[in-house]
């Protein structure tokens, strides 16, 4: 059986971290909330400065300081609270218990069978029993982290989608009013299908559960889950929105007078990548492999694309 005296020491200190990184936030958090927050927040606090004192415990290592990216990041999220307020609170919240339940499952998985598998598992007990109970009341009182993960996904798919698009349109026409108009012409056409089938989607997602729940309710079993569906109208809205907003970053450097598609890709990659970091952070996924996911998807769209439109403008003799 493992000892936790032989545990990694740079894991030991990264658990560590993480803990104190988190009741540092909260603890933020408390000073720049409303005082409606902070009773919420007390518990988080209580509860995170028990893990805090667990860990330093079991691995006989004490630290007070985060380290300097763990710093940046605190006063970056901070500063963001402080633009936005209580709704952007309750969405890093949530972002960080996913991030925290999916940390510590990976980790009992791979040290079932030692002692640090022991610890981890009572600390997601914690997590499951009392952290997500709290998140949950937050969550419930102000956002719903699917609206806006639902615009975050909008803009990514409108971003890769057009500049795809425009590194097609440049190879085949390239000149630049044709290209801003084919472009125009396709982001308006994607955001109109994109909400379609959204409406579509959310529609059919809403009629079977309100089935369920007549079931449910018909067995006497209760309605079910508690979570209000998204009206089916408002979902298309916000994603047919979020698409077109997200094309136009590709499109902004051919209405500025660009002649080929290298600006559009500065553009529309860059907004991209960070698209991708903010979407790894909600959803709890490693945020470089999703960057590199999407530059992945950027190069083959761009790449795809100049090249059909190179064929089209040599093999097929189109000239424009």
């Known amino acids: 059986m493992q000892n936790v005296q032989t545990v990694d020491p740079h894991l030991a200190r990264q658990l560590v971290l993480d803990e104190l990184f988190d009741l540092m936030l909260y603890r933020k958090f408390r000073e720049i909330s409303a005082p ?4 919420t927040l007390d518990e988080l ?20 300081e985060l380290n300097p990216a763990r710093r940046l990041k605190l006063q970056l999220i901070v500063l963001i609270c402080r633009l936005f307020g209580a709704p952007a609170i309750d969405l890093i919240l949530e972002a960080i ?22 610890a981890v598992r009572g600390v997601l007990e914690d997590e499951f029993k009392h952290e997500d109970v709290i998140v949950s009341r937050l969550k419930e009182r102000i956002i719903n982290p699917d609206r806006i993960r639902n615009v975050f996904l909008g803009l990514n798919d409108g971003m890769v989608e057009i500049l795809g698009a425009v590194s097609g349109f440049f190879a085949s026409f390239g000149q630049n009013s044709l290209v801003l108009l084919a472009g125009l012409t396709t982001a308006v056409a994607g955001a109109l299908s994109m909400a379609a089938g959204t409406y ?15 079931k449910s309710r018909f067995l006497g079993e209760g309605a079910g889950g508690e979570d209000k569906p998204e009206p089916a109208l408002r979902s298309a809205a ?7 907003v997200g094309s136009a970053f590709p499109l902004l450097p051919v209405l500025f007078g660009a002649h080929t598609a290298l600006w559009s890709i500065v553009s529309a990659g860059t907004m991209i990548l960070l698209v991708s970091a903010v979407l790894g952070f909600l959803s709890g996924m490693n945020i470089g492999r999703r960057a590199l996911t999407n530059v992945i998807i950027i190069a083959v769209a761009a790449g795809v694309t100049y090249l059909i439109g190179m064929m089209v403008r040599n093999l097929l003799g189109v000239q424009i």
Not at 98 to 117: A, F, Q
Not at 238 to 244: N, P
Request: proline share 1%; glycine share 8%; hydrophobic share 35%.
């Open 45 to 64: 606090i209580k509860v995170e400065g028990g893990h805090l004192a667990f860990w330093q415990n079991l691995f006989g290592i004490e630290i007070s």
């Open 200 to 214: 579509v989607a959310t529609s059919s997602e809403n009629e079977v559960r309100r089935t369920d729940e007549e």
């Open 36 to 39: 409606e927050l902070h009773p």
């Open 238 to 244: 916000i994603v047919g929105i979020s698409y077109f």
């Open 97 to 118: 218990e996913i991030h925290g339940i999916r940390k510590y499952l990976t980790l009992w998985n791979e040290n079932k069978d030692n002692s640090i598998g022991k």
